[in-house]
């Protein structure tokens, strides 16, 4: 449902939550304490929780110095100074004010997580050197299976959403001395590193969870030699997570109000702004592709001044009040635009942002803090901006941010996870098989294509062919072979490991001009008992290779797992791989879809690259610009990222041919990039005419309408075509160079054999060199 003027019908920002009661249990005496959030707890022990949690902070050994170790090396988003504390303060008091208001508490006071026995909520603490690190959760400290890491759950559900927003400690006196607001994208635990101040002598932590509160966690007593003199509160309200403007963050913080808001206020549709004025956001379209919307702007007194919604700062729950969102919304209710607001903003609360193709009306929402939401007058759009896209204005940091175990759901690891399903799903779609099980090498005697994986110290490499590893005659190097001829194309695009869960810890794509053999390395993460090898063959699929054992002594307390979706072989405008890229999907489309041929973009025009030419000098090739509905909105293609090969779902590449059918421009995308795939580049002097296509990794290839330039349609600066297939700036560490000397060996007898054309039995040797070759003789 959407509102229409004078309505009070709340959008659709995903599904609203239903009615029910709160998630709170009386304890005796009738006092009501937190509903302790549902989860595995760790096997039994002879010693009693709170036992085990301080024997394992004081191990001298094991893996907690190095967990706490990799966290002192990250930086935490910068500290803003006395403005910034003051807004720290302000949050504190939100969140204190929300334990009444929202949890129906009679005080302040957060719930003790040792006294109700909680250890998915409780932060606990630890120093190193002069900084403090917070992490929520036992299993965050332990590493034990069973232990609890409170998870961090993004959704547009309001049912769903769930996680820990703010991290904070406070000193002796009761200061913040460090905070830090987190995403729901962030990956679990929930963490916060901050420099301790001179005069701190104990620190206590806390959190706060959307759905279940204030928790006061651990307290730890502070030498003077642990503090800096020159450090102050370290206040970081912005949420690391996404990069700044990630449009996917905002669905889900309209999700979490609307969960708030109904919390709170027990209604799930926005007051209507006309029955207060103060409250109502208005919107004005500007004529030029942009619109503001501004809290209190109709409130007019009969002297002609406006008395505006405040926004006023206080570290008392009963004083902070603020407007702390807007957002807009078309005409199908979907979101267009959102802004973030701290109470330290000036009033009046204002959000001005541009207007999206395809969006007819616009309906503006705000949120205050005290009161909920509200909304204002539908509005008409007449002006809009061709390439705006839907706007997140999340204060969000860029910073990495302290982390003490690794997390499956880190951002760049889950684009790894996407590229296996995809391969996945090629190796039963393309190759035929019934499964998306890989070849296993070693059971149908395969080693051109086995990786083979080694360790060396606390690093694996992976390299695929035994004569990668032996350096022994005979035995096989899997090629690398780049060729504009869609037969002859052929290389290892893939190779990654996995651990003994069966996750992605290491992941490369390679680009077919990288020399054979094809390798990966990459630091072990901490916890990994198991590395397993596989790799994939543009030509022949998937195969699983060799499974080697890890001591603890070879991984690193590094949490990440390594994911370089990136393919290196030259340069960032190394062009000579963009035609063989093609080519390659030209082969693929073959094998795949039996076609030889793309299909017609209008007969599809979801898939149809439409090119936009600008006339100075550059073009955008856009996915499904052409997708116009009946009530004028859009219909991109999807980029679906997901590890389920049967949903993954991108537009993979697009690029434009000329006149004589030469590749003149071309991107790769990722399923995580953003839709509609979108492409600009500038057009090479001598270009009459362009073709674009695109590649759908399910649907196959499209190709859009021929297009006629007109003078000064290309730039005569311009004489490289654009290639832009993600690669990587260097290249990874080389395998024989530095793990194992073997390979490099085998590569140079296999050039001796393959380019210098002689029989590898008479030529099996380096050859004998006498005075007559002086200057290739080694001394």
């Keep these: ?89 302000a949050w504190r008091a939100e969140l204190r004010r929300r334990q009444i208001n929202e949890r129906g508490e009679v005080t302040v006071d957060p719930y003790d997580s040792d006294a109700i026995g909680e250890t998915k909520h409780k932060p606990y603490l630890r120093i190193e050197g002069t900084t403090a690190i917070v992490v929520v959760g036992l299993g965050a400290v332990t590493g034990v299976e069973g232990d609890l ?105 309209v999700a979490e ?5 109904e919390r709170e206020f027990s209604s799930t549709t926005a007051v209507d702004g006309n029955t207060n004025l103060k409250h109502k956001p208005s919107l004005t379209v500007h004529g030029d592709g942009t619109a503001t919307v501004q809290v209190g702007h109709e409130n007019v007194a009969l002297d002609g001044s ?44 204002s959000c001005t942002f541009e207007v999206p193709q395809g969006v007819q009306k616009l309906i ?57 399903a995809e391969l996945q799903r090629r190796q039963i779609v393309e190759r035929g098989e019934a499964t998306e099980a890989p070849y296993d090498s070693d ?72 020399p054979a053999p094809a390798m990966l390395s990459f630091p072990i993460p901490y916890g990994t008992t198991a590395i397993t090898g596989y790799e994939h063959c543009n030509k022949h699929g998937l195969y699983k290779g060799q499974t080697v054992v890890v001591a603890p002594a070879q991984t690193v307390s590094s949490p990440q797992p390594s994911c370089d979706i990136a393919t290196c072989g030259g340069g960032a405008a190394n062009v000579s791989v963009c035609p063989v890229t093609v080519a390659e999907y030209w082969r693929l489309y073959e094998r795949e879809f039996t076609e030889t041929a793309a299909v017609d973009g209008n007969t599809n025009l979801k898939h149809k690259p439409s090119v936009i030419v600008h006339g100075n000098g550059s073009v955008t090739v856009q996915v499904g610009h052409e997708n116009v509905q009946t009530d004028g909105s859009i219909t991109y293609h999807p980029m679906s990222a997901s590890d389920d090969k049967d949903i993954v779902h991108w537009i993979n590449s697009i690029w434009v041919a000329d006149q004589t059918g030469s590749i003149i421009a071309m991107r790769e995308f990722l399923p995580t990039d ?65 793990v194992d000397c073997l390979a490099f060996i085998a590569e140079a007898k296999r050039r001796q054999i393959e380019f210098n054309a002689y029989s590898p039995t008479v030529y099996s040797v380096p050859y004998t060199l006498g005075t007559d070759n002086e200057k290739h003789s080694p001394y």
């Design 1 to 89: 449902a959407r509102p229409t003027p004078g309505s009070t019908t709340a959008p659709r920002i995903g599904p609203r939550p239903p009615g029910g009661p709160r998630d709170l249990l009386l304890g005796a005496g009738g006092r009501r304490r937190p509903e302790l959030p549902l989860g595995a707890r760790a096997a039994s022990s002879p010693r009693s929780k709170k036992q085990r949690e301080k024997m394992l902070w004081r191990l001298a050994g094991g893996p907690l110095p190095l967990l706490a170790a990799a966290a002192v090396v990250l930086l935490l988003c910068a500290a803003r100074g006395a403005a910034a504390s003051e807004e720290c303060e």
């Design 149 to 253: 890491i409170h998870p961090m759950t993004d959704s547009e559900d309001a049912n769903t959403v769930h996680w820990i927003d703010t991290v904070w400690a406070e000193d002796q006196s009761g200061r913040v001395i460090g905070m830090r607001r987190l995403s729901p994208l962030e990956p679990a635990p929930a963490t916060l590193a901050f420099p301790i101040p001179y005069g701190t002598t104990t620190i206590t932590a806390y959190e706060h969870c959307n759905k279940h509160g204030l928790y006061l966690g651990q307290t730890v007593a502070v030498d003077v030699v642990q503090t800096e003199a020159s450090a102050g509160p370290s206040c970081d309200l912005a949420a690391c997570g996404a990069a700044a403007g990630n449009a996917s963050m905002c669905p889900v913080q």
């Design 257 to 261: 109000y609307w969960r708030l808001y």
């Design 306 to 349: 406006i008395t505006y919604h405040p926004m006023s700062p206080s570290d008392d729950p009963a004083v902070v009040h603020w407007i702390s969102h807007i957002f807009a919304t078309d005409e199908a209710g979907n979101l267009v635009a959102m802004c973030e607001l701290l109470p330290t903003d000036p009033a009046p609360a």
């Design 364 to 420: 503006p929402y705000e949120f205050c803090n005290k009161h909920g939401f509200y909304v204002g007058d539908e509005v008409a759009v007449t002006e809009t901006n061709l390439m705006a896209p839907r706007s997140c204005h999340k204060r969000e940091c860029s910073e990495a941010q302290p982390s003490l175990l690794s997390a499956d759901g880190d951002e760049a690891t889950k684009v790894c996870t996407y590229w296996r």
């Design 443 to 514: 059971l149908i005697g395969e080693t051109k294509h086995k990786p083979y994986v080694r360790i060396q110290g606390t690093t694996a490499v992976v390299v695929v062919g035994l004569g990668a590893v032996t350096g022994v005659e005979g035995d096989l190097i899997h090629p690398m072979t780049d060729s504009e001829d869609s037969n002859t194309v052929h290389w290892i695009d893939t190779v990654w490991a996995e651990d003994q869960n069966g996750r992605v810890i290491g992941m490369r794509r390679l680009s077919p001009l990288e």
């Design 674 to 738: 953003p839709s509609p795939a979108t492409f600009t580049f500038d057009v090479p002097a001598g270009t009459t005419k362009l073709t674009a296509f695109e590649y759908c990794n399910k649907h196959g290839l499209f190709a859009g309408d021929e297009i006629t330039l007109s003078a000064g349609d290309a730039d005569a600066s311009v004489t490289e075509p654009t290639c832009d297939v993600d690669e990587c700036p260097q290249e990874t560490v080389d395998f024989a160079r530095e």
